[in-house]
């Protein structure tokens, strides 16, 4: 029988330090694709001989890792947010509001697959390279995430603490709210088709002569980047980005700092992801002989405010990440 690949479940849990790998992941989901990477760096050695043919290969690095697709999980997408940006502070006695910003570090994890054969795979020493948080209309919403990490191994169990999948427990931007000011920091309701909100932490792996698997992982700087679609009434939002005013005259010299705020409710729960400093750009409408209402493609870049460039405020059941 061929392997079934529509049984994969993912696990997470944040170590203890680094080196020591997780027993069992503590949140338990499926995927829409990806999963664990094991790539071995491999090629012929490159020596003269007298049959003009190399007598071997070797190995000089295995990159490990996870590049997975999923969904924003009402109680595991936390995790996720922890990962990619380092600070919970947690309030509240059930439901629990876990508000997530800028740290001054990034936590090490352990990354599971349980596979369509019952096998389980794991690498240890994991940072959360890139984070994306993506919506189409009211579909739900998918989560992207690169993971770069150390050892990889083969656990003899894959229990979760909290275990998410064959559920719908994710959120969805039905009954949510969608909040946008291009040049201030106090954002109110637009019509949005679609956005997306990724942050990117530039994790490297270092390699050390002795082990052909990394030793280390350590995180960059931290990028923000926010795309919206939005549908305007007519081009005064093009014009405040360039002029920097509604009735402004000319393009100024200085970037035009705006803000965001996107609600997703699921329940009592609830994800809200927001910036407040935030330069967005879009480019002219084009013409139509087809007609139609225009669309607007912002793509933004969110700097620190207050010390982080983007807030996630994740109200639900879960006490603790």
């Not at 012929?44 to 190399?54: Q, R």
């Not at 600070?87 to 570090?105: F, K, Q």
């Not at 090490?108 to 019952?118: A, L, P, Q």
């Not at 909040?179 to 050390?208: C, M, N, Q």
Request: with cysteine.
């Amino acid at each position: 029988m061929a392997l079934q690949t529509g049984k994969d479940q993912v696990g997470l849990a944040k170590q203890a330090a680094k080196g020591t790998i997780a027993a069992n992941p503590t949140f338990v989901h499926g995927l829409t694709g990806g999963g664990l990477t094991a790539s071995v760096s491999q090629e012929a050695d490159p020596v003269t001989s007298a049959y003009l043919s190399p007598a071997g290969a070797f190995r000089d690095k295995a990159e490990n890792g996870a590049d997975l697709q999923t969904r924003a999980w009402q109680k595991a997408v936390g995790l996720y947010l922890l990962a990619a940006l380092g600070n919970d502070a947690v309030t509240g006695t059930g439901p629990y509001t876990h508000t997530i910003t800028l740290g001054s570090a990034l936590n090490y994890f352990t990354v599971f697959e349980k596979k369509g054969d019952n096998s389980i795979w794991a690498v240890k020493d994991c940072k959360l390279d890139e984070l994306a948080v993506e919506w189409d209309e009211n579909k739900p919403l998918d989560v992207a995430a690169k993971w770069v990490g150390g050892a990889l191994s083969f656990p003899a169990t894959f229990t979760g603490t909290v275990d998410e999948s064959d559920t719908t427990g994710y959120f969805t931007p039905v009954g949510g709210t969608f909040k946008l000011d291009l040049d201030s920091a106090t954002p109110a309701v637009v019509p949005v088709k679609a956005g997306s909100v990724a942050v990117k932490r530039a994790v490297d792996a270092r390699y050390f002569s002795g082990s052909i698997e990394a030793a280390d992982t350590w995180e960059g700087s931290c990028e923000v980047e926010v795309g919206l679609t939005v549908v305007p009434d007519d081009t005064t939002w093009w014009r405040t980005l360039l002029t920097g005013a509604a009735g402004g005259s000319a393009i100024q010299a200085s970037p035009v700092y705006g803000s965001f705020e996107v609600t997703f409710v699921k329940g009592a729960d609830s994800l809200k992801l927001s910036g407040s400093n935030v330069a967005f750009l879009a480019d002219l409408p084009e013409a139509d002989p087809d007609g139609g209402a225009a669309e607007m493609a912002l793509s933004g870049i969110g700097y620190r405010a207050s010390g982080t460039p983007l807030t996630a405020v994740l109200v639900n059941t879960q006490a603790s990440y």
